[in-house]
């Protein structure tokens, strides 16, 4: 059998495609050298004496990735919404649970103090906020990808330089920083800087104030109502 230059050609190629996929295809590859100095690689075999198998590239076969397991850490809270829902060693804890979300709020009150001072934020509605988002459950992780406390989102945990969104403070941080940004954007007003954690402030300018989404108003509705509780409370 005779191999015309088209041929050959259509062979080099193939096998330089075959090569390109080796570590995924599931099939050899085979090396060729010609009487007349030809190289060729193909995933097929040349059954013609004038071509010398040279090498044979052997791949393995494509096998489908064991899903890995994911820690405790990154799953929402019993599969439910981490809105409302916290965790302790002893279960599952509602945000109604008086004495869980005191004694939550007494753990991280210096936290939170420090940052409500150095961002110039009330710290009555940073603790309202961690309430809502997280039940404050540094575990959390919503549907969406929202993390830990203040449940946020990994490109806004990344703009606020935050490095571990999973650490307490790092979360409060970077939470109450970006809680602080949204105040100042909207000159003190508390609802809309809440809509605007809640839903971005792109949302907030659209609509000139709080969105028409069911979601976003309830949320400012609970925090304000919440704040309102606690406003002058001693923490």
Same mark, same amino acid.
């Given at each position: 059998?005779?191999?015309?230059?088209?041929?050959?050609?259509?062979?080099?190629?193939?096998?330089?495609?075959?090569?390109?996929?080796?570590?995924?295809?599931?099939?050899?590859?085979?090396?060729?050298?010609?009487?007349?100095?030809?190289?060729?690689?193909?995933?097929?075999?040349?059954?013609?004496?004038?071509?010398?198998?040279?090498?044979?590239?052997?791949?393995?076969?494509?096998?489908?990735?064991?899903?890995?397991?994911?820690?405790?850490?990154?799953?929402?809270?019993?599969?439910?919404?981490?809105?409302?829902?916290?965790?302790?060693?002893?279960?599952?804890?509602?945000?109604?649970?008086?004495?869980?979300?005191?004694?939550?709020?007494?753990?991280?009150?210096?936290?939170?103090?420090?940052?409500?001072?150095?961002?110039?934020?009330?710290?009555?509605?940073?603790?309202?906020?961690?309430?809502?988002?997280?039940?404050?459950?540094? @575990?959390? %992780?919503? &549907?969406?990808?929202?993390?830990?406390?203040?449940? !946020?989102?990994?490109?806004? *945990?990344?703009?606020? /330089? $935050?490095?571990?969104?999973?650490?307490?403070?790092?979360?409060?941080?970077?939470?109450?920083?970006?809680?602080? @940004?949204? %105040?100042? &954007?909207?000159?003190?007003?508390?609802?809309?800087? !809440?809509?605007?954690?809640? *839903?971005?402030?792109? /949302? $907030?300018?659209?609509?000139?104030?709080?969105?028409?989404?069911?979601?976003?108003?309830?949320?400012?509705?609970?925090?304000?109502?919440?704040?309102?509780?606690?406003?002058?409370?001693?923490?």
């Amino acid at each position: 059998m005779k191999f015309t230059y088209s041929v050959l050609a259509a062979l080099f190629t193939t096998a330089t495609l075959s090569l390109a996929t080796m570590s995924t295809a599931s099939a050899n590859v085979y090396a060729y050298h010609g009487v007349n100095g030809e190289r060729i690689l193909t995933d097929k075999r040349i059954h013609d004496k004038q071509f010398k198998l040279v090498k044979i590239y052997k791949t393995a076969k494509k096998t489908k990735p064991k899903a890995k397991r994911q820690s405790n850490k990154y799953k929402s809270v019993l599969g439910l919404s981490t809105r409302n829902v916290a965790k302790s060693k002893s279960g599952a804890f509602r945000c109604g649970d008086k004495a869980y979300i005191l004694s939550k709020r007494k753990a991280y009150q210096h936290t939170i103090r420090t940052y409500a001072r150095r961002y110039g934020v009330d710290e009555a509605l940073v603790h309202s906020v961690v309430k809502q988002e997280s039940c404050f459950n540094e @575990k959390a %992780l919503s &549907r969406v990808g929202a993390i830990g406390l203040m449940q !946020l989102m990994p490109a806004t *945990a990344s703009y606020l /330089k $935050v490095k571990d969104p999973w650490n307490p403070e790092q979360n409060i941080k970077g939470g109450v920083k970006y809680l602080s @940004k949204m %105040l100042k &954007r909207f000159k003190g007003n508390k609802r809309f800087a !809440l809509a605007a954690y809640n *839903a971005g402030p792109g /949302k $907030v300018i659209k609509y000139g104030g709080i969105p028409p989404y069911k979601e976003t108003r309830n949320y400012v509705k609970k925090i304000m109502a919440d704040y309102s509780r606690i406003k002058n409370q001693t923490l």
